[in-house]
């Protein structure tokens, strides 16, 4: 492995910054209990515990065994329990993704994640070209599922194990846009809306649903042009150079002063936007250091920007108002929940649906097993953690499973149309927004 001398002194200084936080961890063993991975598995080393110990000897091990490191560091599905039950408060997510960029400064990325990530998904209208060229091919390999009320088709090769997938919208939410009027201003917030790659391009009528709202609680919505993805599948893969081009081309789009909130419908989005994106400024190198933290701290999830801002509450509990509803169940996001501690406002939206009420199941909290591109690469394991979550939701007795999420819509329903189950997935805006719309 030939690496250039820049890139060694970059090397070194990420595997310095690693030694010390590495070292906070008293190897309590805290974070067996929470890890949905170790749950299924039962493997010491798919724990947090486990892994910080292999990171301890990183330079020795990775000069020994440079695939074994990566084998092990990527088999994590980055949900965060660990970190957010660890007494000692280890910061386990920044160690982790810090640690898969250094595997991947050594090892290299390959040759289809780079094409894939550095020309592609970081010059977002290229991205969205072939997104819309996919979503006129896809049903090649995509068969429809029938009466199964699921919201996803089956894929015909059984090299991709015949998962169900949602299909890509035929109109993109930024093309819906186009033609979309314009709102008349409102005394009310001055809201940016941040759409992410799955809002947009799987599942349109929620991100539109979302403006819907917002401009109802009197909001001003401001829907910045040529935006792209967030960068978290960049930095999952530790390729730091496709993600730091990604910031920059938001930090630029989006301006914190022309506007009070950034509000964003995916969990995953949320909390890169609010954590992942200001630790990143922490390096000297990039120019955008003040504009990150103050993009953050404007940033919000939908739900919380619905309830904590314009007041948004349950709705009053009247014998009129139970004999109507349907019962909804709700899926705590793992990046929501465990990343930013939000769980009590999509509930709300909940109870503030004039058409649903709350059916919590067991285990919310726990872990859908999509993982990002761990659902890609460990698929059996997945689905394995995916199963349990369908049983709870299967037991809460409710019509439909809520979430605020669009990768765990899109794990729950590949999960939901696996095992033939006939209860809807929705985002939980959509349930606040049905009947009020
Ligand atoms: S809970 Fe925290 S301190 Fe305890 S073993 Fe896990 S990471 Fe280490
Ligand atoms: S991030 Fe999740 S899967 Fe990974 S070690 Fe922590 S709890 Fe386990």
């Not at 660890?86 to 920044?94: G, K």
């Not at 186009?178 to 790659?197: D, T």
């Not at 004999?323 to 899926?331: G, R, V």
């Amino acid at each position: 492995m030939k690496i250039k001398r820049s890139g060694f002194k970059n090397l070194i200084r990420m595997m310095k910054s690693l030694e010390e936080r590495v070292q906070q961890c008293n190897r309590c063993g805290m974070c067996q209990s929470v890890c949905p991975l170790y749950a299924a598995t039962g493997h010491e080393k798919d724990v947090a515990r486990g892994k910080l110990q292999m990171l301890d000897g990183l330079m020795r091990e990775m000069f020994q065994n440079p695939g074994g490191v990566s084998a092990r560091i990527n088999h994590c599905l980055l949900c965060g329990s660990c970190e957010a039950g660890c007494p000692r408060q280890v910061s386990v997510m920044e160690i982790f993704l810090t640690a898969r960029a250094i595997i991947t400064a050594y090892q290299g990325l390959s040759k289809v994640k780079k094409f894939f990530f550095r020309r592609i998904m970081a010059h977002p209208d290229l991205f969205d070209r072939l997104m819309e060229w996919g979503a006129g091919v896809q049903y090649l390999f995509m068969k429809p599922l029938g009466k199964t009320p699921a919201s996803c088709s089956q894929l015909v090769s059984p090299i991709l194990s015949n998962r169900n997938l949602v299909a890509i919208a035929k109109v993109p939410f930024h093309q819906k846009l186009l033609h979309a009027g314009k709102s008349s201003p409102s005394n009310g917030p001055k809201v940016a809306f941040f759409v992410g790659c799955l809002l947009d391009k799987l599942f349109p009528e929620t991100a539109q649903t979302i403006i819907k709202i917002l401009g109802h609680h009197g909001a001003n919505v401001i829907i910045p042009k040529n935006q792209g993805c967030c960068g978290i599948p960049m930095m999952a893969a530790g390729d730091r150079e496709s993600f730091n081009q990604l910031v920059d081309h938001h930090i630029r789009l989006l301006n914190a002063e022309e506007f009070d909130y950034l509000v964003t419908g995916c969990a995953t989005c949320t909390a890169t936007i609010k954590k992942i994106w200001p630790s990143m400024a922490e390096a000297k190198s990039f120019p955008g250091k003040e504009s990150l933290i103050g993009l953050a701290e404007k940033t919000m999830d939908i739900s919380e920007f619905l309830v904590n801002v314009m007041g948004v509450s349950p709705r009053p509990n009247s014998r009129n108002n139970q004999i109507s509803k349907s019962e909804a169940t709700y899926h705590d996001p793992c990046h929501l929940r465990k990343t930013l501690k939000i769980y009590k406002e999509p509930r709300i939206l909940i109870q503030a649906s004039s058409k649903y009420q709350l059916k919590e199941m067991s285990e919310a909290e726990t872990c859908c097993g999509m993982g990002g591109s761990f659902n890609l690469r460990h698929y059996k394991t997945s689905t394995e953690i995916g199963l349990k979550k369908i049983d709870h939701i299967k037991a809460s007795g409710a019509t439909v499973v809520a979430t605020a999420c669009p990768a765990c819509m899109v794990q729950i329903s590949d999960m939901m149309a696996k095992t033939k189950t006939a209860i809807n997935v929705r985002h939980v805006v959509e349930i606040y927004s049905d009947g009020l719309l």
